[in-house]
């Protein structure tokens, strides 16, 4: 008697590759998001899996930004200038990140095991 084995992906640890292989080869500018997202596109164990495991991460990030960013608005000039600042280099960030990692995630997402 056989039993097929399904492997299916998780998000969850797909999200938890790409960020931790992210923060361990951030000297790597290109190259480490595309790994990155490559290894959590194969984790997630599909395309529209790894597209979710990348995008969630960011949405986080940037309602975390908006909160923080309101944290300090409260200082008359100086707070919403700081805020603006903090703002706009978190999104900066993300984006820079996020592309990499799309790309290696679709490949990644597409070339995982059924």
Do not use: C, D, H, Y
Request: positive net charge; aromatic residues 10%.
């Amino acid at each position: 008697m056989t039993t097929a084995i399904t492997r299916r992906g998780n998000i969850g640890s797909a999200i938890g590759w790409m960020m931790g292989l992210s923060v361990a080869l951030f000297w790597l500018p290109m190259v480490g998001g595309l790994i990155a997202g490559f290894v959590g596109g194969r984790k997630a164990g599909g395309v529209w899996p790894a597209i979710v495991a990348v995008f969630l991460p960011g949405l986080v990030l940037m309602l975390a930004t908006v909160f923080l960013g309101t944290l300090l608005g409260w200082i008359p000039i100086i707070g919403q200038l700081w805020a603006l600042i903090a703002g706009l280099g978190g999104w900066l960030l993300s984006f820079m990140n996020v592309i990499p990692l799309l790309i290696g995630a679709v490949v990644g997402g597409a070339t995982a095991e059924r």
